[in-house]
């Protein structure tokens, strides 16, 4: 492979190599596997830079996975997570799923390591689903051409009609693959409707903007900024990205587990 794919899923046979080459350092150093192994931050660059040359380690950690290293690594602004084996040798890049806890631990950290300070998100260009005022306030990224966003502002709906105590701000980010939805994106901004929105969603005929507004260029290059690269993509009140659509339920979930 010519470059390493950080955020791909990591295939079954790379799993089943991870348990099985991992299990040799495992019983020489049960106590503590960082007395046997060290690795410096030099030796890290030098394994990954050929398959990625700009690479730069932002920490280095113990695997939850004995046997490997946890490295956050930052490439072209975009952070990302790998791993390398005790004997340096194998780089492994994708997710580890703890099958006990039914969890993607990979996913986990990385919505740790990605956490958006909120309070620089600006809000005057968005939206807003539920009372204003409501103590838990959610940020959506949302495409008015894109399916899930749709599905998802359905449960957006429910879920303020149980709890007055989250408010949803959405933010239009049309995404290129979709024809029409940033002149759309910007008509909805310039009318602040969220009834065109919920038009556009049901593919509706939206008019065409009546004001030249630059929100939705600041919001593309905010969530370029963020790592945001897809629709819905929700952040959580703690700053942690969500992306994808949940059902009302699993949204209540995220967020009261993010207070």
Same mark, same amino acid.
């Given at each position: 492979m010519r470059k390493l794919i950080v955020f791909s899923l990591i295939t079954i046979a790379a799993i089943t190599f991870a348990m099985v080459h991992t299990s040799f350092? *495992?019983?020489?150093?049960?106590? $503590?596997? #960082?007395?046997?192994?060290? %690795? !410096? $931050?030099?030796? +890290?660059? @030098?394994?990954?830079?050929?398959?990625?040359p700009d690479v730069k380690i932002l920490e280095i950690r113990p695997a939850q996975v004995k046997g490997l290293w946890e490295f956050t690594l930052e490439t072209k602004g975009q952070k990302g997570i790998a791993y390398i084996d005790? !004997? &340096? /040798?194998?780089?492994?890049? =994708?997710?580890?799923?703890? %099958? @006990? $806890?039914?969890?993607?631990?990979t996913q986990e950290r990385f919505s740790e390591i990605s956490k958006v300070d909120v309070a620089q998100v600006p809000?005057?260009? +968005?939206?807003?689903?539920?009372? &204003? =005022?409501?103590k838990y306030r959610v940020i959506v990224f949302s495409d008015p051409a894109c399916?899930?966003?749709? &599905?998802?502002?359905?449960? #957006?709906? /429910?879920? %303020?009609e149980k709890r007055k105590d989250i408010v949803f701000f959405i933010k239009m980010f049309p995404l290129p693959m979709h024809q =029409? +939805?940033?002149e759309e994106a910007k008509t909805i901004v310039c009318e602040k409707s969220l009834e065109l929105l919920e038009n556009a969603f049901e593919k509706k005929t939206i008019p065409a903007p009546k004001c030249?507004?630059?929100?939705?260029? @600041?919001?593309?290059k905010l969530a370029e900024k963020l790592g945001i690269r =897809?629709?819905?993509?929700? %952040?959580?009140? @703690?700053?942690?990205i969500s992306p994808g659509f &949940?059902? *009302?339920? +699993?949204?209540?979930?995220?967020?009261?587990?993010s207070k």
């Open positions: 350092s *495992a019983d020489k150093c049960d106590h $503590n596997c #960082m007395q046997c192994h060290k %690795i !410096s $931050n030099e030796e +890290a660059v @030098n394994l990954l830079k050929e398959n990625i005790f !004997s &340096k /040798k194998y780089v492994i890049s =994708g997710s580890i799923f703890d %099958i @006990n $806890n039914k969890s993607n631990v809000l005057d260009d +968005a939206l807003v689903l539920g009372d &204003k =005022g409501a399916p899930y966003c749709g &599905k998802l502002h359905e449960e #957006m709906k /429910k879920v %303020i =029409g +939805a940033y030249d507004t630059t929100a939705v260029d @600041n919001n593309i =897809g629709t819905p993509a929700v %952040i959580l009140p @703690n700053g942690i &949940k059902d *009302a339920d +699993a949204l209540i979930s995220l967020i009261d587990k």
